[in-house]
């Protein structure tokens, strides 16, 4: 039998018939892979907990007929329960799934995304900072982990550097004063707000969430983010869109 191991977050579930769940995760080793759990939905299934909604466990899994899996055991490791109880927070978490979703490919693991995702999850359940802020990280290291890391060391369009820059959604990264005129679509940008940009690029994810900045930069980190995303990614995630309403 095909039988595999692996860690992996429930990112989505469906219900099937009467007792059954479709759901998907992203795994360690295989990236996000679809999961039939037989009989999930009955009240004393073994499977109950660990195919939920946020879920963190060790899966062992066979592979079904087409390219999906089935479950055959599940160890749970982080219920994260806690984000299912309370409604702000399961809006930022939402849009954690939604976002990690759309950017991770079938059966091709990305394992900085992954860990990522987790401490994300972590970090807004334990309340240890802002949570616009963890979100901020969480997008602009994720995209970095797809390929899509913005410049924000020098000028992206001349290299040279200055002491004064705009943001370009376009050519994804910082603007001199002199690019900046030939260029449609800047944002003002504080260079504060460029270090912080800076030092999540540049620092592990186990040390990333442990500070706090202001509200500016905060504000400035979200229009940049919002628009660099949408223009790249070329998607608007609904959750975002709750998010910023809240
Ligand atoms: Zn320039």
Redesign the pocket.
């Given at each position: 039998m095909n039988e595999i191991k692996t860690k992996g977050i429930v990112v989505s579930e469906m219900p099937i018939g009467e007792n059954d769940k479709r759901i998907v995760i992203i795994t360690k080793d295989k990236g996000k892979i679809t999961v039939f759990a037989r009989g999930a939905r009955k009240t004393n299934s073994m499977f109950l907990a660990g195919s939920q909604l946020f879920c963190y466990g060790e899966y062992i899994l066979y592979k079904g007929k087409s390219s999906s899996y089935n479950v055959k055991q599940i160890q749970i490791i982080e219920s994260f329960h806690g984000i299912r109880k309370d409604i702000d927070l399961l809006a930022y978490g939402l849009y954690v799934l939604e976002f990690a979703t759309f950017i991770t490919q079938e059966n091709v693991p990305n394992k900085p995304l992954m860990k990522l995702m987790l401490k994300t999850l972590q970090i807004l359940v334990r309340k240890v900072i802002d949570y616009d802020l963890t979100m901020r990280i969480f997008e602009l290291k994720a995209m970095s982990y797809i390929g899509y890391t913005p410049n924000v060391i020098n000028?992206?369009?001349?290299?040279?550097q200055?002491d004064k820059y705009s943001f370009s959604i376009k050519l994804g990264g910082i603007?001199?004063?002199?690019?900046?005129d030939e260029q449609k679509y800047v944002i003002r940008i504080n260079n504060s707000t460029i270090y912080t940009m800076r030092y999540i690029l540049a620092t592990s994810v186990e040390k990333l969430f442990s500070f706090q900045v202001n509200e500016t930069i905060k504000y400035e980190l979200t229009l940049i983010m919002k628009k660099y995303i949408e223009y790249h990614l070329n998607h608007k995630f609904k959750s975002l869109d709750f998010l910023l309403k809240l």
């Open positions: 000028c992206v369009n001349c290299g040279k200055y603007v001199c004063k002199n690019c900046s």
